[in-house]
């Protein structure tokens, strides 16, 4: 709780004007007067937060209340350390040790950054005592002779003139010896200057007073005796003056000062006489408050507990399962062997019997044995059944209207609009509609009318029909698709799904060197977005090529149809032409796809040709394109 009386206020606002302006960078004189308030008021620090938290942002209103906390307590630490009180409320708990050494080591390099040990004493008395002992000047009215010498002023006697006027004669002897050395000619004009010199300088000494002072050779020690205390040369002590602050901050600095010293210097206390009945095997030491360190829990521990309860219960409900099936079935022995635990620990020897037959035979060894009866029966112990790994999705199959079922429902919808709308306009809600008139109807629509003003009809009934024709291009034009969305459906109509399965077609061509049949080949599929090779051997030329239903029916058209292969002739070994033609070898389906974009392979050998199939591992598709081709030459196909 912060209590302030309303001088305190006054002296505290403005530093909280400038802890405004640090934090927020502007200033309002409203917000001010309501922290002013709440001060005065007596609040917490948190009801503080939350009261600048409805006039600022979350995270700046924290920031200037924990600055205007912090400085409040130094203000009430202050305050309390002056013997005034304080002006924040009792604490909720005592300070621990650590707590307390920490603000004590806080202070105290706070001060002596502050006044260092020589500060305390006055310059002038360090110069006194350093200053070399002055000789004592007698004088008959004084009789004591222990009288500091500080305190005797010395008369000082000026210089007579004739000392004077040797002085300079000395000065001018000087001179005149270095202008010889460096050879200087004096004119006598500048004569007549330095003699005027001369006398302004001896008139001004005239005036002038000046002491005889003997300066000491070195510097003068400072005397310590025995005991410790500061001396003169004669052994009289000599009494510092301390520098006493006139601030209060100072004088209360030195006072925590003297105190921080008081405390170091306790004497300590007498250690009690040992108890005769203490044991010495208890430990001395008393009880400690630890450090309260946060500990984290390990990454996954709690989805790992509920892992192990979701296992715990999927096998509680499924031995719960296995026995009430047991028992509907009768097979008693399933749940017998299944609490039936080998009793006593392992032995190194061989059991007489194994558990398992024990409770078949109903013998303890196998020397003499006889079949329990019951043990076996005509029943079958099935495992339980999974269910097979399939969505459970409900599969809804698309219904397909005819022609004539789709005409019936759009005359259906239509009625059912045109009803509503008439009942709209029959309660008021909808205007009707104007009257479709055309040339046509013109005399049947609008009768006596068009008699009195036939051209004015007209033009009306002409801007009706062009407006009716606008609207109907507009509509058309904005259902019209764009070009890429155009582009787009084409290829969703293109692309098949082939998840379910991929549908492959091989072909074999006796000649395939016609560069516009080859590109006919390769752009095709990349339109169709299909997969597949092609494979140059000799007159064993094998395509082989995979998509969808609706591609490969395409494509199929396209090498059967399309292509006129028979124009194209070729020459065999012997040098006989013969014409070009494409035969298909094989068509189904396959799990997956085994190609990728359509490319030409260029085989000189057999076993290069069946290498390429065999790295795809389909090399059954040029086995038998290859054997139908054999068969096809010897005529026995």
């Known amino acids: 709780m912060v209590q302030i009386s309303g001088s305190d206020l006054a002296q505290l606002e403005p530093k909280l004007h400038k802890i405004f302006k640090s934090q927020l960078g502007f200033f309002e004189e409203e917000m001010l007067s309501n922290t002013l308030s709440m001060i005065y008021q007596g609040v917490g620090k948190e009801e503080l937060e939350n009261q600048l938290s409805d006039m600022l942002d979350v995270k700046k209103a924290a920031k200037l209340a924990d600055e205007i906390w912090s400085f409040m307590e130094e203000y009430s630490l202050i305050k309390e350390e002056s013997g005034e009180g304080t002006i924040l409320g009792k604490r909720s708990r005592e300070r621990t040790q650590e707590e307390d050494d920490y603000t004590e080591s806080n202070k105290r390099k706070k001060y002596t950054e502050k006044y260092d040990r020589a500060a305390a004493y006055d310059?002038?008395?360090?110069d006194r005592i350093q200053k070399p002992p002055e000789k004592k000047v007698k004088s008959e009215n004084v009789e004591d002779e222990s009288i500091p010498e500080s305190n005797i002023k010395e008369e000082v006697i000026p210089p007579s003139p004739a000392q004077i006027q040797e002085m300079l004669k000395k000065t001018q002897q000087m001179i005149e010896e270095r202008k010889k050395k460096l050879n200087v000619k004096v004119e006598t004009s500048k004569s007549a200057q330095i003699a005027a010199l001369q006398a302004s300088i001896a008139a001004k000494l005239n005036k002038v007073v000046i002491p005889k002072v003997e300066l000491p050779s070195k510097p003068v020690p400072l005397i310590i005796d025995d005991s410790g205390r500061t001396?003169?040369?004669?052994?009289q002590q000599i009494l510092l003056s301390a520098h006493v602050p006139s601030l209060k901050a100072n004088l209360r600095a030195q006072e925590k000062k003297v105190e921080y010293v008081k405390q170091e210097r306790v004497e300590p206390k007498p250690e009690p006489e040992e108890s005769s009945f203490?044991?010495?095997?208890?430990?001395?030491?008393?009880?400690?408050?630890?450090?309260?360190?946060?500990?984290?829990?390990?990454?996954?521990?709690?989805?790992?507990?509920?892992?192990?309860?979701?296992?715990?219960?999927?096998?509680?409900?499924?031995?719960?399962?296995?026995?009430?099936?047991?028992?509907?079935?009768?097979i008693s022995s399933a749940t017998q062997l299944a609490k039936l635990v080998p009793k006593g620990t392992m032995s190194e020897k061989e059991p007489d019997i194994e558990w398992w037959d024990q409770l078949?035979?109903?013998?303890?060894?196998?020397?003499?044995?006889?079949?329990?009866?019951?043990?076996?029966?005509?029943?079958i112990e099935h495992p339980i059944q999974l269910q097979p790994l399939e969505s459970t999705k409900s599969v809804s199959v698309p219904m397909?209207?005819?022609k004539k079922e789709q005409k019936k429902m759009r005359r259906q919808n239509r009625r059912e609009a045109w009803k509503?709308?008439?009942?709209?306009?029959?309660?008021?809600?909808?205007?009707?509609?104007?009257?479709?008139?055309?040339?046509?109807?013109?005399?049947r629509v609008l009768g006596n009318e068009q008699i009195m003003d036939p051209t004015k009809i007209e033009a009306h009934v002409r801007a009706q029909m062009a407006k009716r024709k606008a609207e109907h291009e507009q509509a058309n034009a904005e259902r019209k698709l764009t070009p890429g969305q155009k582009k787009e459906k084409n290829l969703r109509k293109l692309k098949e799904d082939t998840t379910a399965g991929v549908s492959v077609t091989v072909y074999r061509l006796k000649n395939l060197m016609n560069p516009s049949k080859k590109w006919k080949l390769e752009k095709n599929a990349q339109q169709l977005f299909m997969t597949g090779t092609v494979v140059l051997?000799?007159?064993?030329?094998?395509?082989?090529?995979?998509?969808?239903?609706?591609?490969?029916?395409?494509?199929?058209?396209?090498?059967l149809n399309r292509i006129k292969w028979d124009e194209d002739l070729y020459k065999d070994k012997d040098g006989n032409e013969h014409q070009n033609e494409c035969e298909l070898v094989w068509e189904g389906q396959t799990k997956q796809r085994n190609f990728g974009e359509m490319k030409f392979k260029l085989c000189p050998t057999e076993g290069f040709a069946r290498d390429h199939f065999k790295q795809a591992g389909v090399e059954h598709y040029w086995d038998q394109a290859y054997s139908t081709a054999v068969l096809a030459s010897s005529g026995q196909l």
């Not at 001396?231 to 052994?235: A, I, K, L, Y």
């Not at 109903?362 to 005509?378: P, Q, T, V």
Request: no cysteine; proline share 3%.
């Open 278 to 330: 203490q044991d010495p095997r208890i430990g001395q030491r008393g009880a400690m408050r630890y450090k309260r360190v946060m500990e984290f829990h390990e990454a996954g521990k709690f989805q790992a507990e509920a892992q192990r309860m979701r296992m715990k219960a999927q096998l509680e409900k499924l031995q719960s399962e296995i026995s009430s099936i047991a028992r509907k079935t009768g």
């Open 360 to 379: 078949v035979l109903g013998s303890n060894n196998y020397d003499d044995w006889k079949l329990r009866e019951g043990a076996i029966s005509n029943l």
């Open 420 to 443: 509503e709308k008439q009942d709209k306009i029959r309660l008021g809600l909808v205007l009707p509609d104007e009257p479709k008139v055309k040339m046509s109807n013109l005399m």
């Open 400 to 402: 397909f209207l005819t």
């Open 123 to 126: 310059k002038a008395s360090l």
């Open 231 to 235: 001396v003169d040369s004669t052994g």
């Open 537 to 559: 051997y000799q007159d064993i030329n094998i395509v082989v090529v995979e998509g969808g239903p609706k591609q490969q029916k395409k494509y199929k058209q396209l090498m």
